[in-house]
C-alpha cells in the first residue's frame, strides 16, 4: 500500500523529477507532484510524493524533513485526506437577498418584507 507525503516550503525552482529524484534515494517514488497555481501556472511551493511502502514513507520523511533541496529547507510529512469543499463558489448570482448586517437588500429573490 502506497503513502502519500506533502512537501512543504518548495523553491519555486524544483521540478516535478527533481523532487522525484530526491525522495528516491530513500525508497522507490510512485509519483512526484509539484502543485502549480491554476491562474498564473507558476509553482505555488509545495508538492505531494507518493512513496510505495509505508516503511518508505517514514523513511522518506526522516531523511528529507528538515532537508535542503535547491536552497530551501523542506518540510515533509504525511499527507491528510483533502477536506470536501462544499459545492458551487464563487461568482455573482444576482441581487436580493440580505446583507452582512442582515438587512433586506432587496431586488430579485431574497425574502421581501411581509406587512401584516
Known sequence: MSTKLFVGNL???VSENELQDAFAAH????EANVVMDR???KPRGFGF???STPDEAQKAIGAMNGAALKGRNLTVNEARPREERSGGGGGFRGGGGRDRGGQDRGGRGGERERRY
Open 11 to 13: 523553491s519555486f525552482e
Open 39 to 41: 491562474e498564473t501556472n
Open 27 to 30: 525508497g522507490k517514488v510512485v
Open 49 to 51: 510524493v507518493t512513496m
